[in-house]
T-cell receptor, first 111, second 113 residues
Framework: GQQLNQSPQSMFIQEGEDVSMNCTSSSIFNTWLWYKQDPGEGPVLLIALYKAGELTSNGRLTAQFGITRKDSFLNISASIPSDVGIYFCAGQYNYGQNFVFGPGTRLSVLP | DAGITQSPRYKITETGRQVTLMCHQT?????MFWYRQDLGHGLRLIYYSAAADITDKGEVPDGYVVSRSKTENFPLTLESATRSQTSVYFCASSESGLNQPQHFGDGTRLSIL
């Protein structure tokens, strides 16, 4: 089946820094989703992407659907302590199949 | 707006026992899902349901049973719990299709001793 890789697995950054993470697949996907999970809670949808090249923002978060359709990127600008958590990507190979979830990127923000 | 709620939030049980995890959503979403989350595996789909009385297996269905007699409820039952089923279980829903974003509950942390 399709698998997603997320990079980096974890990252430690200083408050105020920008963050970049990505999600890659060996298959072409038609939809990408980005979620954030806080400790003890369920994943919360951040951004949904539906077209190759699409760039979508949600506050300080910006995500892009890669041109090759095999990857997606999430950027966080001017990080703050509440950005701490695990960021998951999810991709859909075709409309008749469920989303596949990546293993997550764990973000820590140092004051 | 209650959204999607799971109960219990925490459960400890013994191997061989039956345990049921509850999921309730107030959005009238057609699709509901059950995932388990384990270190190193991310979220893996156990079962999903497209509507009342329609369920399908996901990636890891063995040892689990689901039912959907009402649109708003989607319980997950472990008929004879095993230690390998110790995990965090998440219920999710989407409005009307597999191609739509899913919205998750806060999870049930299940420990099987």
């Amino acid at each position: 089946g399709q698998q997603l890789n997320q990079s980096p697995q974890s990252m430690f950054i200083q408050e105020g820094e920008d963050v970049s993470m990505n999600c890659t697949s060996s298959s072409i996907f038609n939809t990408w989703l980005w979620y954030k999970q806080d400790p003890g809670e369920g994943p919360v949808l951040l951004i949904a992407l539906y077209k190759a090249g699409e760039l979508t923002s949600n506050g300080r978060l910006t995500a892009q659907f890669g041109i090759t359709r095999k990857d997606s990127f999430l950027n966080i600008s001017a990080s703050i302590p509440s950005d701490v958590g695990i960021y998951f990507c999810a991709g859909q190979y075709n409309y008749g199949q469920n989303f596949v979830f990546g293993p997550g990127t764990r973000l820590s923000v140092l004051p | 707006d209650a959204g999607i709620t799971q109960s219990p939030r925490y459960k400890i049980t013994e191997t061989g026992r039956q345990v049921t995890l509850m999921c309730h959503q107030t959005w009238s979403h057609s699709y509901m899902f059950w995932y388990r989350q384990d270190l190193g595996h991310g979220l893996r789909l156990i079962y999903y349901s497209a509507a009342a009385d329609i369920t399908d297996k996901g990636e890891v269905p063995d040892g689990y049973v689901v039912s959907r007699s009402k649109t708003e409820n989607f319980p997950l039952t472990l008929e004879s719990a095993t230690r390998s089923q110790t995990s965090v279980y998440f219920c999710a829903s989407s409005e009307s299709g597999l191609n739509q974003p899913q919205h998750f509950g806060d999870g049930t942390r299940l420990s099987i001793l």
